[in-house]
């Protein structure tokens, strides 16, 4: 099974950027679908964003379209989420996740993912 460990979290002001990272080990996860997900305090778990194993498509929440660009380097075993613009809506934890290629990775549904990391915690305050 594959180890995902999230990294780039941090307290950032509103309109700020910060750069998440997924780290795989254990396995490469180049076949695999990943997801970023994201929880926050007395809310449910949400798909943020999604990419497919080749990265040539990806899928985001209406919520984050326009602002947070998903990416993948194979080579590095790593997926990246990109967040620009951020809101103080945008505080959570987030999560990476990986699931097997066969995945329909727009449905971005949490149960389907079965390897998941720690999370890293995203704070949007002033």
């Known amino acids: 099974q594959v180890q995902l460990v999230e990294s780039g979290g941090g307290l950032v002001r509103p309109g700020g950027s910060l750069r998440l990272s997924c780290a795989a080990s254990g396995r490469t996860f180049s076949t695999d679908v990943v997801g970023w997900f994201r929880q926050a305090p007395g809310k449910e778990r949400e798909c943020v964003s999604s990419i497919n194993w080749t990265g040539g498509r990806t899928y985001y929440a209406d919520s984050v379209k326009g602002r947070f660009t998903i990416s993948r380097d194979n080579a590095k075993n790593t997926v990246y989420l990109q967040m620009n613009s951020l809101k103080p809506e945008d505080t959570a934890v987030y999560y990476c996740?990986?699931?097997?290629?066969?995945?329909?990775?727009?449905?971005?549904?949490?149960?389907?993912?079965?390897?998941w990391g720690q999370g890293t915690q995203v704070t949007v305050a002033s």
């Open positions: 996740a990986a699931g097997p290629r066969t995945l329909v990775y727009s449905n971005c549904v949490g149960a389907d993912f079965g390897s």
